[in-house]
């Protein structure tokens, strides 16, 4: 099925890192949830957004928390469609690991501590809602708009 993606970036300066749940809820917020990529030219083209931000790492939607070794996406807890995960990774390190951090470095992914306070959040969103509250305000804007088609392609 085809997703449309209306995608923002939360790209803040140092006193607001977010951690995986206060990046949840601040997508929530904009009527979205955490981005969860789904193929590896979704990868691709949030790699060579992400990597002319800071570099470091951002969150995505999905978690191992209920289920060690399980990662689930989104609300909803959808499977991980996709993975891409860097050299290693996932290694639950001390057995505390388990929310999906995307290294903006070299587009793979780790798993982290979900209280880690991470620079970057990225959210997708269906439909384009005011940020209200929220600051930077720039974040209201969306970074990129695309669909990924059920063929995994994306049309930007
Ligand atoms: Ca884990
Ligand atoms: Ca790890």
Known sequence: MARKVHLRIWNSAAFLKRTWDDGAAYCDRLGGE??????????????????????????????????????????????????????????????NDHCLAFHNTDGMWSDSKCDAQLVHTVCETTSIQEDEGVTPSSSATPMACYTLGSDGRLRV
């Open 34 to 95: 955490l981005l969860v990529i789904e193929t590896s030219e979704e990868n691709e083209f949030i790699y060579g957004i992400l990597k002319n931000q800071t570099k470091t790492w951002a969150w995505l939607g999905c978690s191992d928390r209920s289920t060690e070794g399980t990662w689930l996406c989104y609300a909803a807890a959808s499977d991980l469609p996709f993975e891409n995960w860097a050299t290693g990774q996932p290694n639950n390190a001390n057995g």
